[in-house]
């Protein structure tokens, strides 16, 4: 047998396949991500204090963005008609409030009209209010007649100029269009709504720079195991990777528990926060993080954790690599 016909079969023996390296890169992974969590709990006090210190700058945010998903269930469905209720003056008789009304019917510009009398009033704010009994020790009803228009046209500006009109009318001593509510929560959840990316953004920064500082102290403590793999001809790649990963996990399990502060936050908020709302629109049930907020959470936690690791072993391994030159 010739010489080059052995190398060639020595050359055939030793040839790897792709699904190997595949194999051998997933296997490396594999041990990586493990010696990563164990030395993460050979120092579980450290660990927990960092765990814990990026759930709270985590959960923040997150429970802002709960809390705004939770109050926009105060505005109304496209369903919503916006009504204009018309307070008339109490100087009006029966017949006189009669005529009114039905004069509104005749208007082109509203698609609707109902008139509800002073002691219907009354009688709805007895069966609907823990106050109405207070009527009952009056010597007169204190209520006026209200008279609920839909305007045809619900142009806001159409609607406003429509409320002027009305209040001008002799029988209307108050004219209120109760979309105005609406524009002022719209206003008030945009401005949360702006509050709450800005403080995400700002803490996001926060979780980048305590996952960073700790990546750091992990190399520094293991400079001389870095310095001596490096020598013996380890590739930056390697020497990155369990670092990498040690940042990953931070990420999150730090997301993870930010989820469960979250949880508690929105209990601890929510009979309070029903109370104050029944007073308004009535029952209102406080929801918990949405799937979408919830998988933005942790992909988010995972993500920021690899970008500070990687800031912090690229920074670290620049001044190795110049120390060692």
Known sequence: MSSSEIRSRGASDLSVTRWQRIKHWAVQHRLESVDAVKRQLQNRLSTLVTLLLLAVVLAVPTFMYSLLGNLKQLSPGTD??????????????????????RSLLLRDD?????LISSDVGASEFKSHSELGELINLLNENPLPAVVLAIPRDQDPETMKSLRE???????????????????????ILGSFSSISFVLALLLGMTVLLVIANTIRTMISSRQ???????????TRAWVRRPFLYAGLLYGFFGALMSLAMVYFSLALVEA???EL???YIGRFD??????????ALLLGGTILGWIGAFMAVSRQMGQLTQGSD
């Open 277 to 279: 709302t029944e007073l």
């Open 286 to 295: 406080l929801q918990g993080p949405d799937l979408s907020l919830i998988m």
């Open 224 to 234: 001389e195991e870095i310095e001596v793999s490096l020598l013996i001809g380890a």
């Open 110 to 114: 509203l698609l609707s009209v109902e």
């Open 272 to 274: 309070p926060l029903a």
């Open 80 to 101: 919503f008609e916006p009504q204009l209720a018309l307070y008339l003056s109490p100087e009006l008789k029966a017949d006189e409030l009669d005529r009114f009304s």
């Open 165 to 187: 009109s009305m209040a001008a009318l002799p029988e209307v001593d108050v004219a209120e269009l109760d979309v105005e509510w609406l524009e002022r929560l719209e206003i």
